[in-house]
């Protein structure tokens, strides 16, 4: 990328379960040479310093959870022209794992997560801000299939997680990002209204892609 090109940052918010990122790598593979993704969930804490039994009773779904410095500074980075080592995590151990994935810079960066709009910071990063909703019964549903699927947790362990943390957390910190979000994506009904909305957003891209040329 050329560096005297500022990035265009787009932010794919939403509950958990909403799709957002689903929607995140749809819009990346209108041009993956040209358009990062970043996912806010590689950013949670180190917890390997806590007894395993008390990590899973850990609140994982308030802003303090993750590591909203290091992002911002990545965000940063790559905004002066400069690549990241983006951290991995282990959703089923909650650990950081030692290998990094390398991001560099380019025409459009997409950072997607639940709690991306929660932080003032985070939000003062963003040039376009993208909200999706969901009904909560839709959000449990999608959040059970993946948990149980690919996080190696119980049925129950994260039903208790969601009924302790993730909806409590989501009134709270998730869902008032929507009063800041530029794009409200409904995404209860069906796949041919969301794709139409995908459209919208693609269509944005390719207009901030083709300045770029």
Do not use: W
Request: hydrophobic share 40%.
């Amino acid at each position: 990328m050329n560096n005297l090109i500022k990035p265009f940052i787009i932010a794919v918010a939403g509950g958990t379960g909403s799709g957002k990122t689903f929607i995140a790598k749809k819009l990346q593979s209108t041009d993956p040479k040209n358009i990062a993704l970043i996912s806010h969930d590689r950013y949670y804490r180190d917890r390997s310093g806590t007894p395993l039994n008390q990590r899973k009773l850990l609140n994982y779904d308030e802003p303090a959870a993750l590591d909203n410095d290091l992002l911002l500074e990545h965000i940063e980075a790559l905004k002066a022209g400069k690549s990241v080592e983006i951290p991995q995590y282990n959703f089923a151990t909650h650990t950081r794992m030692k290998e990094t994935t390398k991001v560099s810079p380019t025409p459009v960066i997409i950072v997607e997560g639940i709690l991306i709009l929660a932080k003032h910071k985070l939000r003062e990063m963003f040039d376009l801000t993208v909200f999706i909703e969901v009904e909560p019964d839709v959000r449990l549903a999608r959040r059970l299939e993946r948990d149980v699927g690919s996080r190696e947790r119980t049925f129950q362990e994260s039903i208790n997680q969601y009924m302790a943390s993730a909806q409590p957390m989501h009134d709270k910190y998730v869902e008032p990002g929507k009063d800041y979000a530029d794009i409200i994506i409904n995404n209860n009904h069906s796949l041919e209204e969301l794709a139409v909305a995908i459209q919208v957003l693609e269509a944005r891209i390719k207009e901030v892609l083709g300045r770029c040329q």
